[in-house]
């Protein structure tokens, strides 16, 4: 059996909503990022969110921020601009952590949240 093959079916038991709650526990640990994406998606295991917010991979940690169970405010404070970039896309952000996004470090964390559309105005003028 190839790798592909191997990490395609994996991916299908993380995909799969029968799967079992101690399974599921035990692929958050899996190697692969694809794997750990998926489980990061499911809306169904919550107890999952918290090791995939923090996983190593930052594209984890991002796909994680599209969960709408996520802790949005934890990602939005993430070291990656990638998962930050998610917490605004994808979380409802109180204003005083978009005033705190409106200085990122990040121009491109800046330029999504101006680009947003629901940015406040006052969070629109600090990044003028």
């Given amino acids: 059996m190839t790798r ?7 991916l299908g038991v993380a995909t799969d909503p029968g799967t079992s709650p101690a399974l599921l526990e035990a692929m958050a640990a ?10 990061a998606a499911r809306d169904d295991a919550p107890h999952l969110l ?3 917010q923090t996983d190593p991979a930052s594209k984890v940690r991002a796909h994680a921020a599209q969960n709408p ?7 939005a404070r993430d ?3 990638d998962v930050r970039m998610a917490a605004v896309q994808w979380g409802e952000l109180p204003p005083d952590e978009l005033q705190r996004l409106a200085h990122d470090r990040s121009a491109n964390v800046r ?3 101006a680009a947003w559309p629901s940015t406040p ?3 629109l003028r600090v990044i003028a």
Avoid: E
């Fill in 4 to 10: 592909t093959r191997k990490v395609t079916d994996r």
């Fill in 30 to 39: 899996d190697p692969s990022r694809t794997i750990r994406r998926a489980l």
């Fill in 50 to 52: 918290a090791a995939l």
């Fill in 69 to 75: 169970l996520a802790d949005h405010h934890l990602l």
């Fill in 79 to 81: 070291k990656s601009a």
């Fill in 111 to 113: 330029w999504l949240l």
């Fill in 121 to 123: 105005q006052a969070v």
